[in-house]
């Protein structure tokens, strides 16, 4: 039935393409003022562009246009190191006439990537991306000069993942500059990067990066496949990419990384792992992503390594937990209240006195009622966030239990659930989805639903794969040296060997021998 | 096709998911009462007489737990505790029952109806304390003065649970009576409860034993004696020998506090002849010593183990010798001690063991070892 749905929204789409018209096939003329108008023509009705034409002062033949964008070029180059040396030099000297753009060409532009170009479509990207053309009377050639200038956000901290210790540079939106940084973390000549542009209307470079004699081969054609099935018209940020090549569609659990950071995106390089950047996003994709990827922190193996391992088990029990306490509450209370000791049960049998909405019901509202408030304080503008605090906690926390809308322990049990699952913020989505699913079967069938819930999950979770990688590998294993990076990180000196499969080109991490 | 199969396949998971929430026993917490004790009675009109004691819950931010006593009647436990419903007008959740009394009548006839009901029912639980008032009625018990907590029934089972520092009476829970009743070559016992009157109040007790032969209870024991039985039977894990030590012209009492004792009950088959050797073995110390009498030293020490022994052996004894002859129910359960030691012999006198227990040879042998004397090295001296 989706299937059927998603099929004739793509049918839409490749009608309305239809109907743009695409400009016919033009070639340049030997006429400056033919060419100029072509552009003219290319570029109507946009007033960024800029035509600017001028003669050398010697040679009286040398008619000159440069064409460029405005904002998108660097106009200190198209001033100082075309127009100037253009309108100055004698031309008449020192030139042979017979092949004028060529010899301006060596001699006379000061620029470090200038390119004879002839075909209209290229001149066109090249003008769009911010580069200046340079077109000359008399030549169906023009010149394509570098002049790009990139406006970049100033390379910060990602808001969000923050470290104590660790690198605090966090990927920008400029694909070149994200390239750079993560060139500088890994200092070899096997980093290979593979361009291609996708997105039939953004344009938008995309670059597949890995390292050539670590890179599973199986993973990289395995995405070069998927990237070239995708048809979209516009990819603004990389999570557009990820969920086209996504292995389990329909599934809400991620089987492709994403991370703001270049040591991150490094690490997972040196493990065998394929990145893909995205120009315009800082998240960079990586491929693929294991389960236990989402309880790992960078910080882990920065700091000392029982630190780190006991903080990982926190995440652990935090992501499962949030997950399973509401339901693992509702059976206890309204299904097996023998199991719960008599103490507790007089107390929260107390709490529940003249409470109207059954357990389950109220569970629900209030976990809702918590994602309301988390995805409002999320897109709430920071000085109206005072105001989040005192409706979450006064009025949903303390006046509902004192007006007995709902019981004490509901809102404690709601509290505990919204703290572990902002523990694991990196997959906040799937723990809704599992925490909710487990919820409804266990208020119809307590804990024979909840046991029956949880198989149904971790079979899901089981079946899935990443680019071919089990996604729950390591999860399981504590003898091999997989689980040595698993629930917990074993020191340094021990990790001598990358992933099993991942690493598998070349498993050795640290050499042992002395 | 394949879609209207799977939206079917989901509108039955649906459907039925809905109809059978109620098969599932989705009860809300604050919806039942909770009971905490039971006490069986006979009933003045009808077979049974059912005395719960619930737990009430009045919420808010300081809550307070009161018991409530009702008493329904019914031709068996089951119907009576259903009619509950019509008192209490919430059904009765059993799941947390913690003592369950029976009456002396009930238990001088039977109580197979008792606990029959007891182990079938699903939301019954089997380790509730099992108690025989030895009063006329069992429902008073319910009713009596609480000292230390806000549930009588809380009450009554931490003084079961504390009983193992006391050894006064025996600890038994549904699991252990019942493996007694079924078992072969042993007899069932259970710690008895009686009130007291203490200025103006009637407190109850726990303290003694109900002996039984089969289902029915026989004869009672008091406490000293529930001791002696414990040293026999092996579940002595706590208590008090107090042991009278003689010095040229004074006397003085001596408190030895048990921590650790092991009885070793052997069965000596000789031919058609069977004896029962029985060993006790006592880690002890001195905790009170009532006069100046100097026995901390060695000398002391073994004196007061000999006196300690000998008492031991002759109150053991005593007991042994009062269950064979005046109840006849082998509640050491020496039966099954012949059935482990030599399972043929047993198939012969099966059948005749109750003759055969009441003219059993048992020779007592006690050790008691005083490890140490507290925190007092010496006793005190008074300057004259």
Known sequence: MFKNLFKKNKHDNNNENDNIAIPKKQKLVKSLNDNIALFKYIFKDDETIIIRDFQNKQLKEANCCIIYIDGMVNTEIVNENIIQPVLRTDLSVDIESDNLLEELKRKVIVSNDVTIESDIDKITSSIIYGDTLFLLDGYDKALIISSKLWLTRAITEPESSKVIRGPREGFNESLIINLTMLRRKIKTADLKFKFRVMGERTLTKVCICYIDDLVMDGVLEELEQRLDSIKIDAILDSGYIQELIKDAPYSPIETVGASERPDVVAAKLLEGRVALFVDGSPFVLTVPLLGIENLQSNEDYYTNYIYSSFNRIIRTITAVSSVAIPSLFLSLVTFHQEM????????????????????????????????????????????????????????????????????????IITAITGITSLMNVGFIGPIIVVRSFLLLVTSFYGFYGFFFGFIIVVLHLMSIKSFGVPYMMSVTTVRDHNGQDAWIRAPWWVMTLRPKMIGSKNLTRQSTEK | MRVVKISFLVLMILVTSFLVTGCWNYKEIDKMAIVSGVAVDKGKKEKIRLTVEIIQVSGGSNSVTSPKVITTEGKTIFDAARNAISIVGKKLYWSHVKVLIISKELAKKDVIPIMDWYKRDSETRFDVNLLISKGDCAAEILTGKILTDQIMSFELSNMIKNQKNLSKAPQSNMVVYCNQLEGEGIQPVLPTIELKKIANS????????????????????????????????????????????????????????????????????????????????????????????????????????????????????????????KYKADVFGFGSKVNQEDPKVWKKIEKDWDKKFENLEVSVDAKVHIRNSAELSRTLKVWK
């Open chain 2, 202 to 325: 009637k407190i109850p007790t726990i303290m003694g034993t109900g002996i039984f032969k089969a289902d029915k209870v026989v004869g009672y024991i008091d406490g000293d004696e529930t001791m002696n039985l414990l040293f026999v039977k092996d579940e002595v894990k706590g208590g008090v020998l107090v042991v009278d030590v003689k010095e040229k012209d004074k006397s003085t009492s001596v408190s030895l506090e048990i921590f650790k004792s092991k009885t070793e009950v052997k069965p000596i088959i000789d031919g058609k002849n069977i004896k029962m050797s029985i060993k006790i073995e006592t880690e002890t110390a001195i905790d009170e010593v009532t006069s100046d009498i100097n026995i901390i030293n060695q000398k002391g020490f073994e004196k007061v183990e000999n006196l300690a022994e000998e008492k031991l052996k002759k109150q053991v004894t005593e007991v042994i010798k009062k269950v064979q002859h």
């Open chain 1, 340 to 411: 719960l000791p008599t103490p507790l049960l007089v107390s929260v049998s107390a709490s529940r006195q003249g409470v109207p909405f059954p357990t389950s019901l109220s569970l629900f509202v209030m976990l809702f009622v918590f994602d309301i408030l988390r995805e409002a304080a999320t897109r709430m503008p920071g000085p109206i966030g005072m105001a989040i605090n005192i409706v979450g906690t006064l009025v949903l926390g303390q006046a509902a239990v004192e007006a007995r809308l709902v019981s004490a322990p509901v809102i």
